[in-house]
Each structure stands twice: as structure tokens, then as C-alpha cells.
């Protein structure tokens, strides 16, 4: 395995800390974010504080998230405020001789003004200091408690004006988070943005809860449940709750992943015995059984055209990555370098595939170029699990230990960028990062 050329150790603790929630316990919102690996230089830019009219809202804080985002990205390098000249908030206001002297490349000014009783108009715009030119602009009338995901749609316009490359700042993330109480485990299936911020408790069990999955239009999540003592597949609505039973069967329930087109669910069943990939229709129910093997098959997941499915199977003597048709054809293996390579998923552009492959005793996630069949260590941890491509493929949101707790974490697809988000309670594992969110 071929390791990535390392790249200076940037440390930025504490880069954001918050106490917020909406349906969990403020305890469970507690969040430090830190970036511990960066890039050598990123793109200087400077955000300055947007101005606020009528009600008192956190003008400040919009463009704190935005220059968080930007930060956690490992593309970007903030200019220090305290460097600042002037505060402008439009472009007519901007002197650029100014921020040329403190060699910002790129500016951003807004302002937040509200427009009824709880809604505000957001306005921004992102200039080239050099050329002096406005790059973009918007503008959003919305309600208050729109405003974080605002935040996050002006992050991934600037990121992608910059870089070329579309953000993925305004989705979600999905995880279980284990607490121990007085009676025992407790396991809570949480939704929170991106960076972690506004948790949204979705089931609390004290039985195990696993495998959150992301329906590709973002509204649903499939999971495992032990919740009535044998593992069953639930598909459930984030707006109201709702949810459904998809897999009970007799044995080993698991591993759910919805198509591309959200009309089917692969999954993993033991109902006939051996551990195996099954397929539901969601529409008709009709259930169809994709691998036949004396080997443990398992965690499919689906090529982003929608016509085959990765998976980890032992049918080598070791757990390796395989590739079939949609309907178990035409089954072959993707990878031969060590003797443990599981969990895989495929980036959205069809191009990488994540995994955790095992090297030296240890665990690490890491990528296949699909193209040339290369492998990549992405990490130096003792035990990752679970890595999860961001929607534009850029990062990979996984689960890992620190200090024997478990913690989420990100790292770039390249290696170069590296991150942890750490609660201050419970052990957190299983993330799965949403698709593209419709913007507000």
C-alpha cells in the first residue's frame, strides 16, 4: 500500500465550540471541531461580519459558519480579523487598496436584515480583491430558524466559485451515539448539519441501534434496530417520524442501502441460512436474493449509476471488496492487496471506492482509484470504521477512537485534509453523510 506524501501538521483545537439543539439534550450539542491536518496554503480570504437591522439575530455568527466551513475544508486560509481595515457590507463600501495590503485574495461581505416577524433577508456577495470584480451575489428572504442553513449554501457557493468544485457544506449527517446510564446503554440515532451542529435526536434505544442509511432525496433513513431484541430493518421519515419495517426475517437482519433511484433497498439477511445480499423492491415488496455462496456476503452498496453494487465478501478466505450486477451477475473481485479490505463505497463521479483495509494490526480507511486499481492509506489511526464520501466525493466522514472513546472524523480523498468531531459525551459511531439537500 502506497502511502500519501505527508503534509505539514496544522492544528487549529477548538476551531468551533457550541451549545445548541433542538429535539436532544443540551449535553449531546457540545461540539469541538478540530483540524489536524491542512494543507501547506490555502486560498487567502477574508469574511468580515455581516451587518444586522430589526430584531437582534447573530449576524456575526453567520459569518463565523462560513469561515468555519471554509477553514474545515482545508482549501481555504481566513484572514484574522484583527487584521481587518475596515468592516464594509456591500461592495460600494469596499476600499480594495485595503485588503490588498493585508493580501487577501478573495473578500466577503453581507448583511442580515429582518423583513417580518421571524423572517430576514440575507444578502451577500464574493469579491476579487485583485480585479476588483463581484464574483457572485445572492439574496434569501427566509425564517429564522433558516439561517445556519443559509450560512452553509453561501459556504458552498464561494467553494465552488473558487475551487470549481461543487460544496458539500449544507447536508446532513447521520450517527448512533452510545451513552451508559444507570440502566445500561443507551443508543440515540442522530441527525445533525455537517459540521455537527443542530442534533436532531431520531430513535432512542436501549437495545443497539445500527447502519443509519440515507435515501438518495435525503427525507428518509433505513437502520438497524435491535430495539425488540432481534436485529429488523427500518425505513423511517425524518419529517414526522413515520417509519416502516422492511426486513424482520428469522437470523441476521442488516446492512441496508438504497439505490440511486430510491426504489429498491440492498440489504443483508441470514433468513435461508447463510449470510447473503437480498434486494426489496420498495414499490411491490417483492424480495430477490442476489448472491448464492458458501462465503459471508455483505455490506452491498450501490455503484452511483444504479447498475451494480459493491460489497465485502469472504469467499477469497478473507474479507475483500467485489463487484456485481444489479441482479448478481457477473461477480468479480476489486481487490488483492492485503488480507482485509471491507466497507466499501463508491464516490459520487464513479471514480474512487473507500474502505477500511487492514495493514500492521491496524485499521485504516482508504481509497481504490477505480480506473488504474491503486490504493491509497488515507489514515494513521488504530481502529476507523465506517467511511461515508461526502456528496461531491471531496471528503470521507468515518468513525474511529480517541482516547478510547469513539469519535467521528473526515479526511480529504486525497489525504492532504484531516479532521475530528468530538462530543463531550457518549461514544459516537456508524456516520453516513446525506446527499445534497434541496437549498431553502
Do not use: C
Amino acid at each position: 500500500m502506497k502511502n500519501m506524501k505527508q503534509f505539514d501538521l496544522k492544528k487549529l483545537v477548538a476551531l468551533l465550540v457550541i451549545l445548541t439543539g433542538l429535539m436532544t439534550a443540551p449535553a449531546h450539542a457540545v461540539l469541538t471541531i478540530e483540524i489536524t491536518k491542512g494543507v501547506d496554503a490555502g486560498i487567502p480570504i477574508a469574511i468580515v461580519p455581516f451587518s444586522w437591522r430589526g430584531a437582534p439575530v447573530a449576524g456575526e455568527s453567520m459569518s463565523n459558519i462560513i469561515e468555519a466551513d471554509l477553514t474545515r475544508s482545508g482549501r481555504f486560509e481566513s484572514i484574522p480579523r484583527s487584521d481587518f481595515l475596515q468592516q464594509p457590507h456591500n461592495a460600494k463600501q469596499v476600499n480594495f487598496k485595503d485588503w490588498r495590503l493585508i493580501k487577501a485574495d478573495n473578500l466577503v461581505v453581507g448583511s442580515i436584515e429582518q423583513s417580518g416577524a421571524e423572517t430576514y433577508m440575507v444578502k451577500f456577495q464574493l469579491l476579487d480583491v485583485f480585479t476588483a470584480r463581484t464574483l457572485t451575489g445572492y439574496q434569501y428572504n427566509i425564517h429564522s430558524s433558516k439561517l445556519r442553513n443559509v450560512a452553509h449554501q453561501i459556504s458552498d457557493i464561494i467553494y465552488e466559485k473558487l475551487t470549481g468544485e461543487k460544496g458539500a457544506f449544507n447536508t446532513k449527517i447521520a450517527y448512533v451515539t452510545v451513552e451508559r446510564t444507570q440502566k445500561g446503554k443507551r443508543y440515540l440515532l442522530q441527525v445533525a448539519d455537517s459540521d455537527g451542529y443542530n442534533p436532531q435526536t431520531i430513535l432512542n434505544s436501549h437495545q443497539p441501534l445500527m447502519s443509519p442509511a440515507w435515501s438518495p432525496d435525503a427525507t428518509k433513513l433505513a437502520y438497524v434496530s435491535f430495539e425488540k431484541r432481534r436485529s429488523m430493518i427500518y425505513i423511517q421519515r425524518l419529517s414526522d417520524g413515520k417509519r416502516e419495517n422492511i426486513a424482520s426475517y428469522k437470523g441476521i437482519n442488516s446492512a441496508p442501502a438504497f439505490s440511486p433511484d430510491g426504489t429498491k433497498l440492498a440489504f443483508v439477511s441470514s433468513k435461508d441460512g447463510n449470510t447473503e445480499i437480498y434486494l426489496a423492491d420498495l414499490r411491490s415488496r417483492a424480495i430477490k436474493r442476489l448472491t448464492n455462496h458458501h462465503g459471508i456476503d455483505t455490506e452491498p452498496s450501490w455503484l452511483p449509476n444504479g447498475r451494480g453494487l459493491v460489497f465485502t465478501s469472504s469467499r477469497s478466505g478473507q474479507p475483500q471488496i467485489y463487484q456485481m450486477n444489479t441482479d448478481g451477475s457477473s461477480v468479480q473481485r476489486l481487490t488483492y492487496s492485503g488480507k482485509y479490505n471491507a466497507r466499501p463505497s463508491v464516490s459520487a463521479d464513479g471514480k474512487l471506492l473507500v474502505m477500511i483495509s487492514r495493514g500492521n494490526g491496524r485499521y485504516h480507511v482508504a481509497v481504490m482509484d477505480l480506473r488504474s486499481k491503486q490504493i491509497t492509506r488515507l489514515t494513521d489511526t488504530m481502529l476507523d470504521e465506517s467511511p461515508s464520501f461526502a456528496p461531491n466525493g471531496r471528503m470521507v466522514l468515518y468513525a474511529t477512537e480517541q482516547n478510547n472513546k469513539g469519535v467521528l472524523a473526515a479526511v480529504s480523498s486525497d489525504g492532504r485534509v484531516r479532521q475530528s468531531l468530538r462530543f463531550l459525551q457518549g461514544d459516537v459511531r456508524e456516520p453516513a453523510w446525506s446527499p445534497y439537500l434541496r437549498r431553502q
